[in-house]
């Protein structure tokens, strides 16, 4: 049984979205994966996910103000089977807390490029992030559930 950790830079946008994705994916399809997420800065711990995403997963039926920011830490590579970086810059931080003997595959969340930061941008920058999230959730999971 797979589990698997979600990574951004802030823990407020992007990665508790791709966190509720998984987990409403993972009880659809009637699996209990084990699933978090975690920022690579340390600025929002302890916060909720920022409003304007809350909002718009709630739009989706998701509710993500269980979730608290958390900064990912070095054990998260022995707690986790799979890391996944929402961008290009986040992986890089995370290769640097790597420890040896890591257990956990870090790869880049997309196949081909990165999950847009929508922190700075209007509202269209979440749905745009929930709809890329979404759609490489279910490709994501059918790999997996095959593995
Ligand atoms: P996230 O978005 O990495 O998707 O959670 C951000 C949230 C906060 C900041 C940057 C990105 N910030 O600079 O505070």
Redesign the pocket.
């Known amino acids: 049984m797979p589990s698997l950790l979600f990574v951004?830079?802030?823990?407020?946008?992007?990665?508790?979205?791709a966190d509720g994705i998984a987990q409403s994916l993972s009880k659809q399809r009637g699996l209990d994966w084990r699933i978090d997420s975690a920022?690579?800065?340390a600025?929002?711990v302890g916060k909720t996910?920022?409003e304007r995403?809350m909002m718009a997963a709630a739009a989706r039926g998701m509710d993500l103000s269980p979730l608290r920011?958390r900064q990912a830490e070095p054990d998260d590579f022995f707690r986790f089977d799979h890391i996944f970086a929402?961008?290009e810059t986040?992986l890089a931080d995370l290769e640097q807390i790597r420890p040896a003997g890591a257990i956990a595959s870090l790869s880049l969340f997309l196949e081909q490029g990165d999950?847009p930061?929508?922190?700075?941008g209007g509202t269209d920058g979440f749905e745009h992030?929930l709809d890329l999230i979404s759609a490489r959730m279910e490709t994501l999971f059918n790999r997996l559930q095959q593995d």
């Open positions: 951004c830079l802030g823990n407020i946008c992007r990665s508790p979205a920022g690579t800065g600025w929002h996910p920022d995403m920011a929402m961008d986040n999950v930061d929508p922190y700075y992030v």
